[in-house]
T-cell receptor, first 113, second 113 residues
Framework: DGGITQSPKYLFRKEGQNVTLSCEQN?????MYWYRQDPGQGLRLIYY???????QKGDIAEGYSVSREKKESFPLTVTSAQKNPTAFYLC????????????FGNGTRLTVT | GESVGLHLPTLSVQEGDNSIINCAYS??????FIWYKQESGKGPQFIID?????DKRQGQRVTVLLNKTVKHLSLQIAATQPGDSAVYFC????????????FGTGTQLKVEL
């Protein structure tokens, strides 16, 4: 069935290492998004992509990078430059260009020690 | 209601009662609003949306009310069930803002048996 798959569910890394989070969707959606969620807080937008080979920074892009080489895939790299990388990362997609809800995956919990 | 900080506002209701979750949104230029439900360890799940040219929209057991005069959004859940226990987020989208959503900090709904 259609949906958004994020992997892995839990990820552990040492400080100073880059790490890439996977996000795949089979909904044939054009737009994809990455959000970060910290305990007891709302979601904050990291990056988004409205079409293949194009992406824009969100509100908290520093220390992150993305690519959008395929419609179904939007991987997020958390670099060593991100000061507080430990968080719950959520990937989403949307099918319409305007005023359509985002559909979310079940997240990756990243812990950096 | 919603607030900034690590401690989510909590609403406790008895099973079978109606729940009302409130959200004060920030921007009068927002034209689209969504309510999401998030269970522990999972991604947000779409509940209902409303456009700014409406003031009420009903779904199955849920109703969203929009008061643009005071920038207030509410989610009403009828006959609340234990499975409704979760964190509820409102999200807004600015007019002309592509499909980027800005999320509130969430309200924890606890259903008591």
């Amino acid at each position: 069935d259609g949906g958004i798959t994020q992997s892995p569910k839990y990820l552990f890394r040492k400080e100073g290492q880059n790490v890439t989070l996977s996000c795949e969707q089979n909904l044939n959606h054009d737009a994809m998004y990455w959000y970060r969620q910290d305990p007891g807080q709302g979601l904050r937008l990291i990056y988004y992509s409205q079409i293949v080979n194009d992406f824009q920074k969100g509100d908290i892009a520093e220390g992150y990078s993305v690519s959008r080489e395929k419609k179904e895939s939007f991987p997020l790299t958390v670099t060593s430059a991100q000061k507080n990388p430990t968080a719950f990362y959520l990937c989403a997609s949307s099918g319409g260009p305007y005023n359509s809800p985002l559909h979310f995956g079940n997240g990756t919990r990243l812990t950096v020690t | 209601g919603e607030s900034v900080g690590l401690h989510l506002p909590t609403l406790s209701v008895q099973e079978g009662d109606n729940s009302i979750i409130n959200c004060a949104y920030s921007n009068s230029a927002s034209d689209y609003f969504i309510w999401y439900k998030q269970e522990s360890g999972k991604g947000p799940q779409f509940i209902i949306d409303i456009r700014s040219n409406m003031d009420k929209r009903q779904g199955q057991r849920v109703t969203v009310l929009l008061n643009k005069t005071v920038k207030h959004l509410s989610l009403q859940i009828a006959a609340t069930q234990p499975g409704d226990s979760a964190v509820y987020f409102c999200a807004e989208k600015l007019t002309g803002g592509g499909n980027k959503l800005t999320f509130g900090t969430g309200t924890q709904l606890k259903v008591e048996l």
